[in-house]
């Protein structure tokens, strides 16, 4: 079974700009959860999708924001880059509706200058 | 709120050593889960183990065991025999009872020498 998939690797951008990362959950699992993980903050939850609803969201501006697809791929958006938005972002999924292990992909890593 | 604190920033030991990774955590609610990952170099979290607030019972798998004491808030994580693969950051985290929502800890740096 292929484990969540997040594209691209690596990420260079432009303050200003605006970014799009996407997530392939393992098949069948309909919940994906974006978590940012920065030296200064450790991991810190952004948002959860469960069948294309967001489900939760943690304490980020208006600037993070995702989507869920039908075939629960996920992609967040981060619009107006700041230098503080360098960070390794996790995607994971899991496949029951309440408090399950999460499964991580290797992340993105955005480097913003 | 809901708060997880790894005191050890970083830990190094002998490879065959055993080592105990502190994980203390607060939340007011009654149900929850407690996790355990490990962050190897190449990124990803990989899960190791979770516990509801119910299941107080110890755990261990393999070198591996897990403390759970409610009394004290704390699920701490031991490595029996370490080995130079365990090296690694290892995240403690606090998750609700209903979605995935999780609160990590800091983690905590695990160098395993040979």
């Known amino acids: 079974k292929a484990g969540v998939t997040q594209t691209p690797r690596y990420l260079i951008k432009t303050r200003g700009q605006q970014v799009t990362l996407s997530c392939s959950p393992i098949?069948?699992?309909?919940?994906v959860s974006w978590y940012q993980q920065t030296p200064g903050q450790g991991l810190q939850f952004l948002f959860e999708y469960f069948s294309e609803t967001q489900r939760n969201k943690g304490n980020f501006p208006g600037r993070f924001s995702g989507r869920q697809f039908s075939n629960s791929r996920s992609e967040m958006n981060v619009s107006t880059l700041e230098l503080g938005d360098s960070a390794l972002y996790l995607c994971?999924?899991?496949?029951?509706?309440?408090?399950?292990?999460?499964?991580f992909g290797n992340g993105t890593r955005l480097t913003v200058t | 709120a809901q708060k997880v604190t790894q005191a050890q920033t970083e830990i190094s030991v002998v490879e065959k050593e055993d080592v105990t990774l502190d994980c203390v955590y607060e939340t007011r609610d009654t149900t929850y889960y407690l996790f355990w990952y490990k962050q190897p170099p190449s990124g990803e979290l990989v899960f190791l183990i979770r516990r509801n607030s119910f299941d107080e019972q110890n755990e261990i798998s393999g070198r591996y065991s897990w403390n759970f004491q409610k009394s004290t808030s704390s699920f701490n994580f031991t490595i029996t025999a370490s080995q130079v693969v365990d090296s690694a950051v290892y995240f403690c985290?606090?998750?609700?009872?209903?979605?995935?929502?999780?609160?990590f800890g800091a983690g905590t740096i695990l160098r395993v020498k040979s």
């Open positions: 994971a999924s899991s496949g029951e509706r309440g408090n399950s292990p999460l499964h």
């Open positions: 098949s069948g699992h309909r919940s």
């Open positions: 985290a606090l998750g609700m009872e209903y979605g995935n929502k999780l609160v």
